[in-house]
């Protein structure tokens, strides 16, 4: 006489149609925690534009990752920005009128 009940599979309704899509600074902090165990590893992060279809990677490691944290800053592909920002490397815009 054999027991005859296989039910092990029961189909799991977890369907999750809206879900909401993280942000990719939370996507980049996923990234360090699963890629991040080699301290010298490069590490492929996302762009943190303003730009919402921008999907290009962007190469650090972790520590250059981290030095951005730190500072709040963005993680940003080359020419991509958030906002402008104010940097000494063109004339300065302070009036220094010497005359
Ligand atoms: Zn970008």
Redesign the pocket.
């Known amino acids: 006489m054999t027991t005859a009940g296989s039910f092990g599979s029961t189909a799991q309704g977890q369907e999750s149609a809206g879900l909401p899509v993280p942000d990719r600074r939370t996507l980049n902090d996923y990234r360090l925690l699963v890629f991040g165990t080699d301290e010298y590893r490069r590490i492929a992060f996302v ?5 919402p279809s ?3 990677s962007v190469i650090l490691n972790r520590f250059e990752y981290e030095d951005l944290r730190r500072e709040d800053k963005p993680v ?2 080359h020419a ?1 920005s958030v906002h402008p920002r104010a940097e000494p490397l063109t004339t300065p815009q302070t009036a220094e009128n010497d005359h």
């Not at 762009?47 to 730009?51: A, L, V």
């Open positions: 762009c943190e534009c303003d730009d921008c999907g290009r940003l592909f991509h």
